[in-house]
Every structure is written in structure tokens, then in C-alpha cells.
């Protein structure tokens, strides 16, 4: 059973355009929300992290966006760059242990 | 990153054979997790260590995977007659507080 739910699976957007990423969640007991950002070759990093207790939390170019109510958060990503190009994961933590949904690849064109 | 290595790196092994990956995370992880990721795929999730308490493992695909963790640190991933679906990466992650710290990967290829 997935815990956490992303979409969408792969994205292609222009550069200077807006990615939006997608995460839906059932269970009320997390209470951590992070995004890892995965380059080829590389294991996930962590990018960004929300609380609940914030509708949205934003580092540079990074926004997350989250809806307790409705159960679901974003990552945004403002004047999106080649460099960008990775893959990304949404991630829910209750006390203890991390659930990973299953990722999105991001292609930015130049 | 972070103080996660694991070990080899890439591996190549006959179909049949048995396959160690070796995950060796710095003290103070309280957690660790073993994932695998296929091709341009997400990750799977595979078992989940937290100090003393009995693993989590909900995830493994079958009996012939199984994973052990000694002394609270250095966790090895056993594969038993490994099959062509098992060529993936492998993935281990330590947790610290609320971050887990991903190793680079063993990248496993079953010819």
C-alpha cells in the first residue's frame, strides 16, 4: 500500500517555466514533509521540508505548498532551469519512519 | 552523502548466485533503510531498521532477500540465487533526526 502518492511520474517544461509536483497522503499521524532531489549516479538529497503547521515554506527557487485539510502538498519550482533536470521525491514522516512516494522526473528544456 | 557508503559500488553476478551489498552508515543514524530503484523508476521500499526494534520488513520481494543490521550500524543486504528482475540499484539511507542520508548506491546487474 502506497502511503504517499506523487504525481506526476515525468514532466517536461521549458526553462523559465513553473514545475508543479504533486503528493497526496492518508494518514494524519505524519507531521514531516520532505522533497528529495535525485541527480543520475547519485543517491536523493534532501531539498526542502514542511510542517503542518505552515501552508507553504519557500527556499529560492523552491516553494512547497501544503493543505492539511485537503491532504495533499506541492513542490514548486519558480524560473525552472536545466539544471534542475532530476528527479524528485515527496516523502511523509510520523514519529518514526520516512515513506517515499514514487518519484517524478523532471526534464527542463533549455 | 553524509557519511553513508555503500559498498561495492557496481556488481555484476551470474544469475543463481548469491549477492552481498554492505551498507555502512556513521554512528549516530538511528535508522537505516535498504531501497531499491530500478531503472527510471521510483523507490521501492525494502526494510526498514530502527535501534533494538524488530525490522520492518513489509517490503522485501521475496524469501530469497534479506537484510541484517549488526551493532546498530553496518547493515548487509543478501540476495539468494539472484534473478535477472533483481539488476536495480540499491539503495541505503541513514536517518538522522528528520533526515535520511542516501548512500550513492550499489548497482547490482544479474547477467
Known amino acids: 500500500q502506497q502511503q504517499v502518492k506523487q504525481s506526476p511520474q515525468s514532466l517536461i517544461v521549458q526553462k523559465g517555466g513553473i514545475s508543479i509536483i504533486n503528493c497526496a497522503y492518508e494518514?494524519?499521524?505524519?507531521?514531516?514533509f520532505p522533497w528529495y532531489q535525485q541527480f543520475p549516479g547519485k543517491g536523493p538529497a534532501l531539498l526542502i521540508a514542511?510542517?503542518?503547521?505552515?501552508s507553504e515554506k519557500k527556499e529560492g527557487r523552491f516553494t512547497i505548498s501544503f493543505n492539511k485539510s485537503a491532504k495533499q502538498f506541492s513542490l514548486h519550482i519558480m524560473d525552472s532551469q536545466p539544471g534542475d533536470s532530476a528527479t524528485y521525491f515527496c516523502a511523509a514522516k510520523p514519529r518514526n519512519q520516512f515513506y517515499f512516494g514514487t518519484g517524478t522526473s523532471l526534464t527542463v528544456i533549455p | 552523502g553524509a557519511g553513508v557508503s555503500q559498498s561495492p559500488s557496481n556488481k555484476v553476478t551470474e544469475k543463481g548466485k548469491d549477492v552481498e551489498l554492505r551498507c555502512d552508515p556513521i554512528s549516530g543514524h538511528t535508522a537505516l533503510y535498504w531501497y531499491r530503484q530500478s531503472l527510471g523508476q521510483g523507490l521501492e521500499f525494502l526494510i526498514y531498521?530502527?535501534?533494538?526494534?524488530?525490522?520492518?520488513k513489509s517490503g522485501l520481494p521475496s524469501d530469497r532477500f534479506s537484510a541484517e543490521r549488526t551493532g546498530g550500524s553496518v547493515s548487509t543486504l543478501t540476495i539468494q540465487r539472484t534473478q535477472q528482475e533483481d539488476s536495480a540499484v540499491y539503495l541505503c539511507?541513514?536517518?538522522?533526526?528528520?533526515?535520511?542520508?542516501f548512500g550513492q548506491g550499489t548497482r547490482l546487474t544479474v547477467v
Open positions: 514542511i510542517r503542518p503547521d505552515v
Open positions: 539511507a541513514g536517518q538522522v533526526n528528520t533526515e535520511a542520508f
Open positions: 494518514n494524519t499521524a505524519f507531521d514531516y
Open positions: 531498521f530502527q535501534g533494538n526494534s524488530a525490522p520492518d
